[in-house]
């Protein structure tokens, strides 16, 4: 186990075919299950019923984020995790305030935070329980 992490280097699939133990195959087994580069996938051999109930959460993050226009990124990028207020941001990006949250309520913005805010604390309980922190 290497706890909590993401993974930002593309999978070599033409190399280290050999080196295949429980975790590692596991492992490789989810990330090329990943059909897109955005997919949030998750490998809890310890715990599958917990495993299974974290890909269901990551997919409805990937389905959302999958469907987001580039403003629609902007925009969420923007609110998510600021002390800022959205007539703030709104004023920063040139838009009224009504247009702001009209963006982000056809992003589904308020689903991805809650959805996200609790994929982030099972994961960090996660790794208090297996002791990685």
Known sequence: ????????????TKMAWNMM???????RDKLNDKRSMIAYRFSIGPDPLVESLLD?????????EVGWTSTQLKYYAKVHNTMRTNAEIAKGLGVRQRSLYKVLHAAH???HKR???????????LDECYEMR
């Not at 186990?1 to 070599?12: R, S, V």
């Not at 269901?56 to 959302?64: E, N, P, R, Y």
């Not at 959805?115 to 309980?125: D, F, M, N």
């Open 1 to 12: 186990m290497i706890g909590t992490t993401e993974l930002e280097t593309p999978l070599n």
């Open 21 to 27: 133990g429980g975790g590692l195959a596991a492992a």
């Open 56 to 64: 269901a959460i990551g997919d409805s993050l990937t389905q959302i």
């Open 109 to 111: 913005a308020d689903f």
């Open 115 to 125: 959805q996200s805010g609790a994929l982030r604390h099972a994961l960090r309980a």
